[in-house]
């Protein structure tokens, strides 16, 4: 059990889109994103909790890395993240920034 985090649906609209919208649409959109986040966190959690249940109903035995192991594996694929970045800053877009502030933002 690795819990690296779940896959949610989002939307994204460029600025001009966004710019297109009244003021009451775009405060609907900022209204609803918390509670929309939330119902699909707890979703999420509900179907992976499911599976965790059908593994052991099942008889597969579900490990949870340690601490220690899960930093060693952070550390293995920090590259992968800063390559990523590096390919978005050549791209003209924050790559860096938004990396630094998503490690900023993660528990540790």
């Known amino acids: 059990m690795m819990n690296t ?8 609209l ?15 959109f900022d209204e609803l994103s918390p509670i929309t986040m939330e119902a699909q966190r707890n979703a999420a959690d509900a179907l992976i909790q499911q599976a965790i249940n059908t593994c052991k109903e099942k008889g597969v035995e579900v490990i949870y890395p340690s601490a220690d192991e899960m930093k060693r594996l952070k550390n293995a694929v920090a590259f992968l993240e800063n ?8 791209k003209g877009l924050p790559g860096t920034k938004l990396l630094t502030d998503i490690r900023q933002l993660l528990p540790k």
């Not at 460029?14 to 609907?28: G, H, T, Y």
């Open 83 to 90: 390559d990523w970045a590096k390919e978005m800053d050549a």
């Open 5 to 12: 985090g779940a896959g949610t649906a989002t939307i994204c």
């Open 14 to 28: 460029n600025k001009k889109v966004w710019d297109s919208f009244s003021p009451d649409i775009q405060k609907v």
